[in-house]
């Protein structure tokens, strides 16, 4: 049976799904868009399946065929992004290898910008806007997509205002962002943005369920701590931050008692050894703490179902007042992560300062 593409499948954001479609039905898409909101929602996804949808060469109903040569291109497109070359291993792209392959039927006149190294730099832009100064090769639409744009610097920024002002027609720019500030004010003022939201939690769960075939607890346990981010919940690895919330959990409780300094000191170094594994023990605190706030408010809304009855006993004897400063200071020790802080003492004064009245 052939697998039609249409936005209909797309997950979350239902409302942003209704303005493209009905900007594609009309044939009114604007010229130039910006999708922001958090990292791992889809939207370069969809910017794809637009184009996808815009091009193919055997249409039926607003549905793109999937079948077509440029179904087929686009959706090489949207396969291989981050797909690493599999002979190079990240540091480059041998060109032969299947990922390189893939990476490589590329459509030519639905382009996908991704920084080179770390930037998109002024070359990528300058030959992106002599591209779009023509009408399209084989397509009806040209589309080009820029993830993450705010990646561009300023001056490959302002070389791409001309462009976004005056476009071809028939002409899309997508500029995928998780912050729309960090782009000039000049480009967003040319542009219409599109806020796309976080995922809600049980639609993610759903999904990990019917179409990964997750079980049950992993797909609450991996919705609840992804941050409304399908991709991310889709590569939570659960075993491993089950053993990671174990030691965060032993924290909590001394954490929540107040008591027991030096056992909380040495939970503390250890955790701090690791930078990395620290932002997820940190997350794991504050997920513990954010369930333990619910077991008595709004059981349905615990995310880590396999720990119900430990947790409601925790907040059966927990004071309300405490937990919510304990909230608090772990809220505050994530913002202070950004910063190159000493991860060991700022956990020894949060739990100093969580115990004392
Ligand atoms: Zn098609
Ligand atoms: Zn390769």
Known sequence: MKQTVNLDNFIGNPRIVEVLKRAIEQDRLPHALIFAGPAGIGKCTLALLTAQILNCLSPVNNSACGECSSCKKISATLKSRNLPCLSLK?????????NCRLRMQKHPDVRLIEPEKTTISINQVRELIDEVAFQPFEARYRLAVLDPADQ???EAQNSLLKTLEEPASRTVIILITTNPYMLLETIRSRARLLQFGEIPRETIEKYLISEVKMTLQDAQLSAALSGGSLAAAMTFDTTCYREIREQ???FVKLLLKGEDFTNASSLAAQAAKDKKSF???VDAVMALLEDIYYA??????IGQGDLHD?????ARNTPRGILVSAIDAVGNLKRE??????RQLALEAMFLKVGSP
């Open 310 to 314: 430990k947790l409601e006993q925790i």
């Open 279 to 281: 932002v997820t023990w």
């Open 296 to 301: 008595v408010t709004a059981p349905e809304r």
């Open 337 to 342: 992560l950004q910063y190159n802080i000493n």
């Open 152 to 154: 561009m610097k300023i």
């Open 90 to 98: 990240g540091e480059g792209f041998c060109g032969t290898c299947e």
């Open 248 to 250: 965060a959990f032993r």
